[in-house]
Each structure stands twice: as structure tokens, then as C-alpha cells.
């Protein structure tokens, strides 16, 4: 059975951290390319973050660039987005998807709230 799991969103202050978890189960994760999406309500999905199988290569939205990075544990299946000098349109619904020949495994995503 797949899952795809995030955690760790939250309320968080402007200018503070978060870091957020995806674990995942049930599929190969080391193949898969993970990403990082957040939504707003009334927003189109936006994408976020890509990580690649091996966690060498990761690509950010202009938004967020030198604000987030992110990471994977093949062993753990799981992959992380460290969020930091959040500002209040960070707010959203974060997502993390897996993909992989024509494979897309999403979660149900967790919600930043960037509010002081």
C-alpha cells in the first residue's frame, strides 16, 4: 500500500523555521524524484522544491531560493524541507509528491501558518 506521509508544519513566527518531513512506503522511494508543492486557497498548486533520486540536485522556486533547502534519506524514505526566514506568504499547504514512469504519489500535505 503506498503512503506518502508529511509532517511538521505548524504556526511559526515571521522570521522563524520549520522543518518539514515526507515519509513514504509501499513503492522503490530511492527512484522516485520527490517534490515539494504548497497551495492557497483560490492559488493554483505552486511548486516548491525538486529533489532528485540521490539528493544531489535540488531546484527551488524563486520565491523561496536561499530561504529553503532540500534533503532525502533513501534509507528512511524520506525526504525533508527545511523552511527558514519564513515570511507570512509562506503560508500554505505544503505537499510532497513522488514521481516515477508515469507514477505520481501525493500526500494529503501540512499547513504553515507564518504569523506573528
Known amino acids: 500500500q503506498v503512503q506518502v506521509v508529511e509532517s511538521g508544519g505548524g504556526l511559526v513566527q515571521p522570521g522563524g523555521s520549520l522543518r518539514l518531513s515526507c515519509a513514504a512506503s509501499?513503492?522503490?522511494?530511492?527512484?522516485?524524484?520527490m517534490r515539494w508543492y504548497r497551495q492557497t486557497p483560490g492559488k493554483e498548486r505552486e511548486l516548491v522544491a525538486v529533489?532528485?533520486?540521490?539528493?544531489?540536485?535540488?531546484n527551488f522556486a524563486d520565491s523561496v531560493k536561499g530561504r529553503f533547502t532540500a534533503s532525502r534519506d533513501n534509507l528512511r524514505n524520506t525526504v525533508y524541507l527545511r523552511m527558514n526566514s519564513l515570511k507570512p506568504e509562506d503560508t500554505a499547504v505544503y505537499y510532497c509528491?513522488?514521481?516515477?514512469?508515469?507514477?505520481?504519489?501525493w500526500g494529503q500535505g501540512t499547513q504553515v501558518t507564518v504569523s506573528s
Open positions: 509528491s513522488a514521481e516515477f514512469a508515469g507514477n505520481n504519489y
Open positions: 509501499g513503492f522503490t522511494f530511492g527512484l522516485y524524484t
Open positions: 529533489i532528485t533520486t540521490s539528493g544531489a540536485s535540488t
